[in-house]
């Protein structure tokens, strides 16, 4: 099974993460696979505006945690910690480089890494039941990469709330914190996405890219700096005993015992 469809209708490319069984958590070789999704489809010139969702019910449960446990183990394990660290911190910057706008159609929980796919899309569309959170402290790891995003788009109060208690919040709350930008019934949320990236398609291309660079890189300038000092704290983070113990912790549903 792919680990990423793609749809493109006229205007509009719709791009899926396809990992149900694994709540579509982010895992290397599906971070290598959005990076050039989103790097063909710059080039591609009919597409307009991009539409990102998740197969399933869930939306995006973060980092693959299998995965990260697993290289715990390896004697190059820092090493690979700083790899994936750097290759998410450039895809969530080549989303918000991108020069078209990207419409997150949020149809379950958005969490960790997923929160951060969320946050680097210009528009976020959200079904009724779809959730946020940023659970990383309660695994012994940070969400170094996420954090200024966050603070960037709903402010430093709300950011700093979120990230220190690491609860997951439900649709209204992200509503009205303004992580989710409009609330649908989930049978009308891939065509309320698809509507609004019609409407932005009929915007004149270069205005849209000047647009989102004045956005996300002058007034923005300083977040994108933040995204290399998160990722740097991302993968430090990962290395410590804490994090053994929590992503242990998560994979065999006990509660974490600190060192």
Same mark, same amino acid.
Not at 100 to 129: C, H, Q, R, T, Y
Not at 164 to 191: C, K
């Given at each position: 099974?792919?680990?990423?469809?793609?749809?493109?209708?006229?205007?509009?490319?719709?791009?899926?993460?396809?990992?149900?069984?694994?709540?579509?958590? #982010?895992?290397?070789?599906?971070?290598?696979?959005?990076?050039?999704?989103?790097? =063909? @489809?710059?080039?591609?010139?009919? $597409? &307009?505006? $991009?539409?990102?969702?998740? *197969?399933?019910?869930?939306?995006?449960?973060?980092?693959?945690?299998? +995965?990260?446990?697993?290289?715990?183990?390896?004697?190059?394990?820092?090493?690979?910690?700083? !790899?994936?660290?750097?290759?998410?911190? =450039? #895809?969530?910057?080549?989303?918000? &480089?991108?020069?078209?706008? /990207?419409?997150?159609?949020?149809?379950?929980?958005? /969490? *960790?890494?997923?929160?951060?796919?969320?946050?680097?899309? =210009?528009?976020?569309?959200?079904?009724? !039941?779809? %959730?946020?959170?940023?659970?990383?402290?309660?695994?012994?790891?940070?969400?170094? #990469?996420?954090?200024?995003?966050?603070?960037?788009? $709903?402010? !430093?109060?709300?950011?700093?709330?979120?990230?220190?208690?690491?609860?997951?919040?439900? %649709?209204?709350? *992200?509503?009205?914190?303004? @992580?989710?930008?409009?609330?649908?019934?989930? =049978? #009308?949320?891939?065509?309320?996405?698809?509507?609004?990236?019609?409407?932005?398609?009929?915007?004149?291309?270069?205005?849209? @890219?000047? %647009?989102?660079?004045?956005?996300? +890189? %002058? /007034?923005?300038?300083?977040?994108? $700096?933040? @995204?290399?000092?998160?990722?740097?704290?991302?993968?430090?983070?990962?290395?410590?005993?804490? *994090?053994?113990?929590?992503?242990?912790?998560?994979?065999?549903?006990?509660?974490?015992?600190?060192?």
């Amino acid at each position: 099974m792919p680990l990423l469809r793609l749809h493109i209708h006229e205007h509009t490319a719709t791009v899926i993460l396809n990992r149900p069984e694994k709540r579509n958590a #982010l895992n290397r070789a599906l971070l290598a696979e959005l990076q050039q999704t989103f790097e =063909d @489809l710059h080039l591609e010139k009919r $597409v &307009r505006a $991009v539409v990102l969702t998740g *197969a399933g019910n869930v939306f995006c449960a973060g980092m693959d945690l299998g +995965e990260m446990l697993e290289t715990s183990k390896l004697p190059n394990a820092n090493e690979l910690w700083q !790899g994936d660290a750097a290759a998410y911190r =450039d #895809l969530v910057e080549f989303m918000l &480089r991108f020069p078209k706008p /990207i419409i997150a159609a949020v149809n379950g929980p958005a /969490i *960790a890494g997923g929160a951060g796919l969320l946050l680097a899309s =210009d528009i976020v569309v959200a079904a009724e !039941g779809a %959730t946020f959170g940023l659970p990383e402290p309660l695994r012994g790891i940070v969400a170094g #990469l996420v954090a200024p995003l966050l603070t960037f788009r $709903v402010g !430093g109060g709300h950011a700093a709330r979120l990230l220190l208690s690491a609860q997951t919040i439900d %649709t209204a709350e *992200a509503y009205r914190v303004g @992580l989710f930008h409009e609330l649908v019934n989930p =049978d #009308l949320l891939w065509p309320r996405a698809t509507e609004l990236a019609v409407q932005c398609a009929k915007c004149a291309p270069p205005a849209l @890219l000047q %647009t989102k660079r004045m956005l996300n +890189e %002058t /007034i923005g300038e300083q977040m994108l $700096v933040q @995204l290399g000092a998160g990722a740097a704290a991302s993968a430090t983070a990962r290395t410590t005993e804490e *994090a053994r113990e929590g992503l242990a912790a998560f994979l065999e549903k006990r509660e974490p015992k600190w060192p």
